[in-house]
């Protein structure tokens, strides 16, 4: 079992930043891919960013690409996302998710963290 446990969520005006963070325990946390998720109002869940165990391959989603940036220490056993120029459309939960990367791209999630809300107004 791994735990996850999100932070850094909050209100901010388009335009601004924030950064979220989402720490691990359980098993080993560079057995695992990990990744950010959200979920805004009436969509279904999405892949925003990814980063290999060792962070060798990471990806972002073309609608944050240039503004969000996805990291991971793997002695901390955390991963954090700074999200810059943050959109109204942005506007979601947030969830942290430790899994596999699939051969034909994207991350199969296995644990997921409770969420955090982030909320961008115009």
């Known amino acids: 079992q791994v735990q996850l446990v999100e932070s850094g969520g909050g209100l901010v005006q388009a335009g601004g930043s924030l950064r979220l963070s989402c720490v691990a325990s359980?098993?080993?946390?560079?057995?695992?891919?990990m990744g950010w998720f959200r979920e805004a109002p009436g969509l279904e869940r999405e892949l925003v960013a990814y980063?290999?165990?060792?962070?060798?391959?990471?990806y972002h989603a073309d609608a944050v690409q240039g503004r969000f940036t996805i990291a991971r220490d793997n002695s901390k056993s955390t991963v954090s996302m700074e999200m810059n120029s943050l959109r109204p459309e942005d506007t979601a939960v947030y969830y942290c998710?430790?899994?596999?990367?699939?051969?034909?791209?994207?991350?199969?999630?296995?644990?997921w963290g409770q969420g955090t809300q982030v909320i961008v107004s115009s």
């Open positions: 980063i290999s165990r060792r962070g060798g391959k990471i």
């Open positions: 359980g098993r080993t946390f560079s057995d695992y891919a």
């Open positions: 998710a430790a899994g596999y990367l699939g051969e034909s791209g994207g991350l199969s999630a296995v644990y």
